[in-house]
């Protein structure tokens, strides 16, 4: 199932983010390379980059569970600089409520140093569509 974690996620798939395939439940891996439009003024993965790629990890992870969340709060924490040719997030599922779900996310790269940890806290909004409906005109970020 390699391929942008939501064929929808136009963001994602700008940074060429990618799931990996996973067959375990609540848990999530997604690949990112690491390029020039990746990278901080010193040659490094950008923390906003990381962050992103941490996120999509969450999203993969909700979407293995069947589950439709939300980001309700993040904490992140840097590790090293991320360096090489990508870098990779893995996210498993701490505590799944009736409206939190709870992921700790691993980033590594491409030399298998971790980059980042982070505790993602998502709000269940509730089943995931298989089939979603067309959107219906959002405030922000149409295209025009």
Do not use: W
């Not at 409520?97 to 269940?124: C, E, N, P, Q, W």
């Not at 909004?125 to 405030?139: D, I, K, R, S, T």
């Amino acid at each position: 199932m390699n391929g942008p974690v939501f064929k929808e996620d136009k963001f994602a798939a700008m940074l060429g983010i990618e799931q990996e395939p996973c067959d375990r439940d609540g848990h999530g891996v997604v690949i990112m390379p690491l390029k020039v439009c990746h990278q901080n003024k010193m040659g490094n993965a950008h923390g906003g980059a990381i962050f992103t790629l941490t996120d999509m990890a969450f999203a993969a992870a909700c979407k293995n569970l069947g589950i439709h969340c939300v980001s309700a709060q993040c904490s992140i924490s840097y590790l090293a600089p991320g360096e090489g040719e990508y870098l990779r997030a893995e996210a498993e599922a701490v505590k799944i409520g009736r409206h939190l779900a709870v992921f700790d996310v691993l980033v590594t790269d491409s030399r298998r140093r971790k980059v980042a940890t982070a505790t993602m806290t998502g709000y269940i909004v509730g089943p995931l569509a298989l089939n979603p409906a067309p959107e219906q005109g959002e405030e922000h970020g149409r295209d025009e």
